[in-house]
């Protein structure tokens, strides 16, 4: 309800008033005045699980999910174990491609509430400190603040506390939807994935809220594309120092061991550095923390014996990290209600109590961050101390390593377990005649795992043998990564909008995802070096924009030593961590609001369709692993952006798959049904080796909008990589010629012999102006 003018009398319990005159206007119970700046609202606010169903099914109608159940069984109720192989159904009902949707709609969920239990943690920590009126300030280059809130919520969040309206409407809708999962709920496979999808838009949603709150609450980069280059690798690190290690997602303990280092001024005494997207955080908020590496880094590093002290937060952690830790002599700090490993609370004590507690006990559990701050710092300079002479022992040496060797018994099972199919034996074969090089090989790709250490008949620590290896021979492990810029800013979209759409830059390659690669983080950086050399957008966030920075040139420069981190042509543009993804499908979703002016509020479906036909966009997951990288790129299906997986993906048991025939949109500006090729082909798709992902690239950032000349240099790329990598021209490139105006001038002899060849024929029709919205 809205009042204002003259009111002649006013009775309530709280106020009695006759002839009362308002200025203005005021509110009275839930009633939101609408700001004159702002537009009116679309058709699914707070979409719930329904909402958005038809737009999921014109999705899957094109993209139908194809399985790969990994296995035939469903053991999640009592009644189990069920067959569901050769058409069988559970006892409930079930069948096999229901029962994979389900799993992969637990999988969603499990990604969403992790990224939404972050960001309720990290957002609850800000409010107790400034308060729920405290303000969201991106700086005066972005007025578009939450793209995604905007469009999803309806709202344009202005405080901390709006923020936390947006949290409280993702929790509801997980609930929701992983209630769907229980048995004898939902039956369809199609609704299952429709569900999937909402759930990844729920995870997108929750991740904005996480990274604007630490934005502005810790004073991150703004879209600053100068964020400045932070020191990584193994060797980064200075050993003369007392050492914290910071391992996990949550950037809060990082923060505030950083503040009381520098409040005490012990710079010059203490080394922070962090694995995973704790270290992208904590450099993003104070640029003296060192950034060791991805996941895949992570029992290496504990291993080496350079932390004195261990401290863990929450996701991609080791969940044997107690014991690597103690093994070397450090103590460990965990940090967060969501991984306790069985330690005891120490938070109602003081700092002092609590050091001592750790010193007798060598672990302890702190949930007031803030006491992290002493308790680490003052615990590395005594730890050490303590370990001065007994550090460096906690590797083998190179005589020690081929003394093992020895006593392997060739048996091959390392081989067997190793998930990327390492040849482990070949290697400890070779060490045996002290010949190290496949030893060289395997470190420079091995994902730490350790799994060929459990199978091990001898019980040889091969991952120690490869981390000695590796810091023996390596003596450049010491890379530079930009610190994450957070959002890309409102001019830069204003800049490469019209570009974007029309062609004159082939697209957006955004590197996202996990450390599960199939031959090491090189693979990461050799693709994002070949698509900035073709001035491609390349953006990237997490694992992947630490692997990208893990390869030097010959001049010894990385990726981002070379290349501006600007949004435009050419640039390569670290957003930050996981949370950070959400700036990617914001940068998207600004081009459709910015430059196309497409309204956001509560308009989903409309925007989403943009992004799809006219925005060539896509993700490529190298090294997706975890429950968060599913959610994330099914996520980005939703939107309408491909994403390309690694080979390990398919154990995701689904992709999006077309059948490579003509898709139909219907053309606006002619108001009919016009067949096209099939652009972009797959939704998510996995590619079985590096060439294959960077052939898919250029294809899959096509859309039904691209006009001749922006089509062309995408069939070019298209061409140009496929000859590069296969040697031969696309198999499929016929369908996506549409006419000789497409075909680019400089292969034009060859593409048009090409197509003669498979009796290609011209299309009557392009659409000006097409959409799935009929």
Not at 358 to 373: F, N
Not at 613 to 641: D, E, F, L
Not at 667 to 683: A, F, M, R, T, Y
Request: hydrophobic share 35%.
């Amino acid at each position: 309800m809205k009042v204002e003018g003259d009111i002649k009398k006013i009775v309530s319990p709280l106020l009695k008033s006759k002839n009362l005159k308002i200025t203005g206007s005021i509110k009275i119970g839930d009633y939101e005045e609408p700001s004159e700046e702002w537009e009116s609202i679309g058709p699914t606010p707070k979409p719930k699980i329904t909402d958005l169903r038809k737009w999921d099914f014109k999705l899957l109608k094109r993209y139908p999910p194809f399985y790969m159940p990994i296995c035939d069984m469903c053991c999640l109720c009592t009644f189990g174990k069920c067959d569901l192989s050769r058409g069988k159904k559970g006892a409930c009902g079930i069948n096999i491609k229901a029962q994979q949707s389900r799993i992969v709609l637990i999988a969603c969920c499990i990604g969403a509430a992790c990224h939404a239990g972050h960001s309720r943690h990290v957002l609850h920590t800000l409010i107790e400190r400034f308060g729920k009126d405290y303000p969201i300030d991106l700086g005066n280059s972005i007025d578009v603040e939450a793209p995604i809130t905007r469009t999803v919520m309806g709202i344009k969040p202005k405080t901390l506390g709006d923020l936390e309206k947006v949290l409280d409407y993702c929790e509801e809708q997980i609930t929701h939807l992983l209630s769907a999962t229980h048995t004898g709920q939902e039956g369809s496979y199609l609704d299952f994935e429709s569900k999937a999808l909402h759930a990844g838009m729920i995870d997108d949603l929750a991740r904005e809220v996480g990274d604007i709150a630490q934005i502005v609450g810790f004073n991150m980069p703004k879209g600053d594309a100068n964020a400045p280059l932070i020191e990584m690798g193994l060797k980064c690190v200075d050993k003369n120092k007392s050492v914290i290690l910071c391992i996990g997602h949550n950037v809060v303990p990082g923060a505030e061991i950083m503040n009381y280092i520098e409040d005490n001024n012990l710079e010059e005494e203490i080394e922070v550095c962090g694995i995973c997207c704790t270290a992208i955080d904590v450099s993003r908020y104070n640029d003296r923390a060192k950034v060791i590496g991805p996941l895949s880094r992570q029992l290496m590093f504990i291993r080496s014996g350079v932390a004195d002290v261990v401290v863990v937060d929450e996701q991609c952690i080791r969940t044997d990290v107690l014991e690597e830790v103690l093994k070397t002599g450090a103590v460990l700090i965990a940090t967060n209600e969501k991984m306790c490993l069985g330690l005891e609370d120490l938070s109602h004590l003081s700092e002092d109590e609590i050091i001592t507690k750790i010193l007798r006990d060598r672990a302890g559990l702190i949930l007031d961050e803030h006491k992290v701050g002493k308790v680490a710092t003052e615990l590395a300079k005594i730890i050490s101390k303590e370990r001065k002479h007994t550090k460096d022992k906690c590797l083998p040496t190179l005589e020690e390593v081929r003394a093992l060797a020895n006593k392997c018994t060739e048996c091959g099972w390392c081989d067997r377990v190793c998930p990327n199919s390492f040849e482990v034996m070949d290697v400890m074969i070779g060490a045996k005649e002290g010949n190290f090089d496949k030893f060289k090989e395997l470190y420079k790709k091995c994902y730490g795992c350790g799994r060929c250490e459990c199978e091990c008949e001898r019980k040889l620590p091969i991952v120690s043998m490869t981390t000695k290896v590796g810091d023996y021979f390596f003596k450049d492990l010491d890379f530079k990564i930009r610190a994450g810029r957070g959002p890309i800013q409102d001019v830069e979209i204003r800049n490469v909008g019209a570009p974007i759409v029309f062609g004159d830059i082939p697209g957006i390659v955004a590197l996202v995802g996990c450390a599960n690669h199939p031959n090491g983080e090189e693979e990461v950086a050799m693709i994002a070096k070949e698509f900035l050399e073709r001035k491609y957008i390349v953006v990237t966030t997490g694992c992947a924009a630490m692997a990208i920075g893990m390869w030097k040139d010959k001049d010894g420069k990385t990726l981002y030593d070379k290349y501006p981190g600007e949004f435009k042509a050419g640039g390569l543009v670290n957003c930050g961590s996981c949370l950070s993804n959400c700036h990617i499908t914001g940068a998207a979703i600004k081009v459709a609001n910015i430059f196309a002016r497409l309204p956001l509020r509560g308009n989903y479906e409309e925007v989403a369709d943009y992004i799809l036909n006219k925005v060539g966009a896509v993700g490529v997951a190298w090294g997706a692993m975890s429950q968060k990288a599913a959610s994330i790129a099914t996520g980005a299906n939703r939107w309408g952006v491909p994403v390309i997986v690694g080979p390990h993906s398919t154990k995701y048991r689904r992709m999006y798959l077309s059948d490579g025939n003509d898709f139909e949109v219907f053309d606006k500006s002619c108001k009919e049904v016009v067949k096209i090729g099939p652009v972009p082909e797959h939704l998510i798709t996995p590619a079985e080796n590096m060439k294959e992902c960077i052939c898919m690239i250029p294809k899959l950032c096509m859309r039904a909008s691209d006009g001749p000349k922006g089509r062309g240099m995408k069939i070019y790329h298209y061409v140009s990589v496929y000859e590069k990598y296969f040697g031969c021209m696309p198999p499929d490139l016929e369908k996506f010629v549409r006419t000789e105006s497409d075909i680019p001038f400089m292969m034009k002899d060859k593409i048009k012999e090409y197509l003669k060849e498979k009796n290609w024929k011209p299309r009557e029709k392009l659409p000006k102006d097409p959409t799935l919205i009929y």
